[in-house]
């Protein structure tokens, strides 16, 4: 038996979707490696959010009061207690910004070896897991020869799990130490706020740092004008103050849902990809054949976007500024 | 109040558009090498709190082969004051350099030179493990915070106030008790280029290179239970028509296409 302990995450009162992602990831690596999955909830609304996960495939649930919001000390002790108790192979995190911040910690502190933004898992003996380097150029099969390990998933690459479950919740005591606990959440800050809702638009042109300077965003800006569309970027853009937070796209940004998504000069990153993937229709412009963004493309041009701009502006009888 | 902080630097890998896999990674033509982006925020933030104090020494430390020093070079001409490299053949020869090994000989550096403050990316671009940082600070029994992309240092009080970037554009304002490991999110500052006056000082700077003997270790210490097994491109999961035919032609295609979709009237 290779019994798997999956986190659950939460936030301001509301379970986040990548929780019953983990119940779908947990199940697939329980399955794989023959073992139980064990869901574990920590901090807030224990029972409310226990109540929420309790999906098919799930064989036990197990909270832990403490504080309302997301602490790493606190997650790091609990979890750690978890598995020892449950004696746990896997212990399996989101690869979500908390998930930065405490796994490595649970994996230190448990001694497990640490494999994070997991794809995929197989299983022939020995657990190999898939992951992405280069930018998701190439996908790299790592194997873990002892068995144990602490692993985090991928957002949106496992689906949400379905159907009500009847796994049993019982509250967990977990002796947290409080002289451990070093740092204090003061509060929530919403940022990107402002006049333009680029998640209400339904045609957008978005550019990346394919664009080289912000000399040459005049260019984007034409091209938008022409077209009446609403312009967003991908994080760099805004990183460089090119343009404003409320513009980007991504898993840090807005997530958009519109007719026609234009991405131009990006590479498809998958924390961008985390705010564009729901459009209708995809254009990529991208002189790089192998980007990632033409995964998930429904249209693409493969060329120049200093050529391919210029004459789109004057296709629909836009003035091309000198840039 | 004199300080030191101590920033982890590496050099990351940029694929080349076209590009191929020999064995168990991209063949090394194809690759280019440059300073990390996400620790290009953590340099400038170090310096930028050395140029606002008094008293205050920037450190890198990096674990990196010969070729990672023109990097490194790069991070001594934006201002940080000395480096470490830490090298030897058995690193050169692990099979596969995990986390856990990369941290443990961070952390024998961070014992060496006993910083106040230590500032890492959020992640390397290449391999995007997203975990030294914060592996690091466990290791060390510093506190820790992951992905900052707002720091206020009170340095007599020991407290850094740090905002931590969620998703969907919520900010969580959090108290870290120092001694910390901060991971550094890209758009935190306006990273500075090398001045030619850097680069020229930047060669004098000291740059000292470490074995693992020199940092107290053993060669054990690039031992892991993970190994790469395969490098293989993803087939294409997609399946885009793709417009061809130079700039007007491809033009015209996507124009044709946006006014049958109703977005565009022009
Ligand atoms: C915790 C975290 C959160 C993040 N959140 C976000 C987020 O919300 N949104 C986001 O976008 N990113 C986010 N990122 C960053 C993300 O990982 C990538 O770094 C970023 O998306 C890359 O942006 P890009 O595609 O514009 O740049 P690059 O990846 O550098 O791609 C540029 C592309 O332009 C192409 N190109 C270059 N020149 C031309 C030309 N002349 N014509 C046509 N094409 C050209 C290149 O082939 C390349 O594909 C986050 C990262 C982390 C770690
Ligand atoms: N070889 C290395 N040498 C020094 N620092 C490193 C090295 N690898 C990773 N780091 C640091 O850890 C951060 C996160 O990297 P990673 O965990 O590999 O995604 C990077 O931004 C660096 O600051």
Known sequence: ?323 | MSMKILVTVTEVAEVEDEFEVAGDDIAEQYLEYDLNEWDDYAIEEAVQISEENDDVEVVTATIGPERSEETIRMALAKGADRAVRVWDDAIESADYLDTDSKADLLAAVVEEEDPDLVLSGVQSADEANGATGVTLAEKIGFQWAAVVNDLDLDIEGGVASVHRELEGGVEELTDVESPAVLTIQSGINEPRYASLRGIRQAQQKPLDVKTIDDVGLDESVVDSPLAQTSMYEPESEGDATIWSGGPEEEAEQLAEFLRDKGVVDA
Do not use: C
């Open chain 1, 1 to 323: 038996m290779s019994d798997v302990l999956a986190v659950t995450e939460h936030r301001r009162g509301e379970l986040r979707d990548v929780s019953l992602e983990m119940v779908s990831a947990g199940r697939d690596l329980a399955d794989e490696m023959g073992g139980d999955l064990h869901l574990a909830v920590i901090s807030g609304d224990v029972d409310a959010y226990a109540d929420q996960v309790n999906r098919e495939g799930v064989d036990a649930i197990h909270t832990v009061e403490y504080g309302e919001e997301f602490n790493h000390d606190v997650y790091a002790q609990a979890v750690e207690q978890l598995a020892d108790d449950l004696d746990a192979e896997y212990v399996l995190m989101p690869n979500s910004v908390n998930g930065l911040d405490y796994a490595p910690a649970v994996a230190e502190g448990l001694s497990l070896p640490l494999v994070t933004d997991v794809v995929d898992f197989s299983a022939d003996g020995e657990l190999e897991v898939t992951r992405e380097q280069y930018g998701g150029k190439v996908e790299t099969t790592i194997e873990v020869s002892e068995d144990r390990a602490a692993i985090t998933t991928r957002p949106a690459e496992w689906p949400q799990a379905e159907g009500q479950g009847d796994a049993e919740v019982s509250a967990f005591d977990a002796d947290i130490d409080e002289s451990q606990i070093q740092s204090t959440v003061t509060g929530f800050e919403e940022v990107a706020g402002g006049d333009v809702d680029i998640s209400e638009a339904e045609f957008l042109v978005s550019i990346g740092r394919g664009i080289e300077e912000e000399e040459n965003l005049p260019l984007i800006e034409a091209l938008v004008e022409a077209t009446d569309a609403t312009l967003s970027s991908s994080r760099p853009i805004v990183d460089n103050g090119w343009l404003p937070a409320n513009r980007q796209v991504g898993q840090s940004g807005k997530v958009v849902t519109p007719d026609v998504y234009i991405a131009i000069g990006i590479s498809g990153a998958v924390q961008h990809v985390a705010g564009m993937k729901g459009a209708d229709t995809i254009v990529a412009i991208n002189t790089d054949p192998n980007a990632p963004i033409y995964d998930l493309a429904d249209y693409g041009i493969e060329d120049d976007l200093f050529d391919v701009v210029p004459a789109l502006i004057e296709e629909f009888g836009g003035e091309v500024p000198d840039v």
